[in-house]
């Protein structure tokens, strides 16, 4: 049994590596087409380790095992992949469509995870959830 979670333990670290790479910040050129500068993404890399550690933790804390475990991880590494790709050029979505998206993927996750959860066990993912965001609204601007 503890070797199987150390192995699914294992793959979750390896994939969030993958996405942490695959999300790398992209420079983009300005109009002038001389100077260039970075774009602030929806999660910072701390923030994306921290989301790893926090699901690992907080999910063992809350007593969420076994096919539970990995339903909540999979919808928590979805949602956040598809936020941090909200601000990827290609998409071409304003700040204001990118905070818009980001808050309605936000809703679709909670409301993804709540059945999975029991009450306690969602109050407490949302008031952790609460505390990591509270770096992403401040960066960027979000009130």
Not at 32 to 37: D, I, R, Y
Not at 102 to 116: N, R, T
Request: aromatic fraction near 14%; avoid cysteine.
């Amino acid at each position: 049994m503890e070797n199987m979670m150390i192995k699914s333990f294992l793959k979750i670290v390896a994939f969030i590596i993958f996405l942490v790479i695959l999300s790398s910040p992209i420079y983009s050129q300005e109009d002038n087409g001389q100077e260039k500068s970075k774009r602030v993404d929806i999660f910072k890399s701390t923030e994306r380790d921290s989301l790893q550690l926090w699901f690992y933790d907080r999910a063992t804390i809350m007593g969420v095992t076994g096919e539970k475990r990995k339903e909540f991880y999979n919808i928590i590494l979805y949602h956040t992949y598809k936020m941090t790709a909200l601000e990827k050029k290609e998409k071409g979505y304003t700040p204001k469509e990118i905070r818009s998206k980001f808050e309605e993927l936000l809703q679709k996750q909670h409301s993804e995870v709540k059945p999975i959860l029991d009450d306690k066990q969602y109050g407490y993912y949302l008031d952790t959830y609460k505390k990591l965001l509270k770096g992403v609204y401040e960066r960027k601007g979000w009130k």
